[in-house]
């Protein structure tokens, strides 16, 4: 889950934390989508949610964009389905990709303000050379290229915030590696854990 700005609040509705700590426990696509729609309640601030499950033959990921609804108890949400090259019945996308912190695929209000780093991220991403293996993803992850709004964020102004943790999910291998330094220049991950057993993960 990753923090969007609408300027639109949900007021008295669900907080996205709650959601995020209700999403670990779903044990199904529908299940997800059922709870990030927050019927009946709403959602108080706007998210980005990435779904992959390793529990199906589904070669597919799903980037999830959530906005408030004002005086709405509900929330509005976007799908859109990337699928591995090759894979494309019923996705919207093949191949790489990448999101920020901001709306791409919903005609929601932001706070532009704070979207000054989300620009640059996402620019430098595309200047970026194809990502094709693990050690590309992790030289994406790691750039420091943009000294004022780097893709690994360090705290240094003007980008007022850092990176405290990377976490990268390898679904072809079933592995997930924890970094809690740059993990293109730095001492590798701190962690490494075997993702659940099932159909891609045996």
Same mark, same amino acid.
């Given at each position: ?83 591995c090259e090759g894979v494309s019945n019923n ?9 920020? @912190? !901001? &709306?791409?695929?919903? $005609?929601?209000?932001?706070?532009? /303000?704070?979207? #000054? ?5 996402? =620019? ?42 990377t976490a990268l999910f390898d679904l072809t291998y079933c @592995? !997930? &590696?924890?970094?809690? $330094?740059?993990?293109?220049?730095? /001492?590798?991950? #701190? ?5 659940? =057993? ?5």
């Amino acid at each position: 889950m990753n923090v969007v700005r609408p300027v639109t609040v949900g007021i008295g509705a669900v907080p996205c934390g709650l959601v995020l700590r209700a999403a670990m426990a779903v044990r199904s696509q529908a299940e997800l989508e059922s709870l990030i729609l927050s019927e009946g309640t709403g959602v108080g601030y706007g998210y980005n949610l990435n779904y992959g499950n390793t529990q199906d033959e589904v070669q597919t990921l799903v980037s999830y964009e959530v906005a408030p609804l004002e005086n709405q108890p509900r929330a509005m949400v976007s799908k859109y389905t990337v699928g591995c090259e090759g894979v494309s019945n019923n996705t919207n996308t093949t191949g790489r990709y990448f999101h920020f @912190n !901001l &709306y791409n695929h919903m $005609d929601v209000e932001q706070m532009t /303000s704070l979207m #000054i780093s989300s620009y640059h991220r996402q =620019a430098r991403v595309a200047q970026l050379p194809e990502v094709r293996f693990l050690d590309d993803i992790l030289y994406v992850l790691g750039d420091t290229y943009d000294t004022d709004y780097p893709i690994y964020r360090t705290a240094r102004p003007p980008d007022v915030f850092s990176t405290i943790t990377t976490a990268l999910f390898d679904l072809t291998y079933c @592995n !997930l &590696y924890i970094y809690v $330094d740059n993990p293109l220049t730095g /001492s590798g991950p #701190i962690m490494n854990l075997t993702l659940p =057993a099932g159909p891609q993960c045996p």
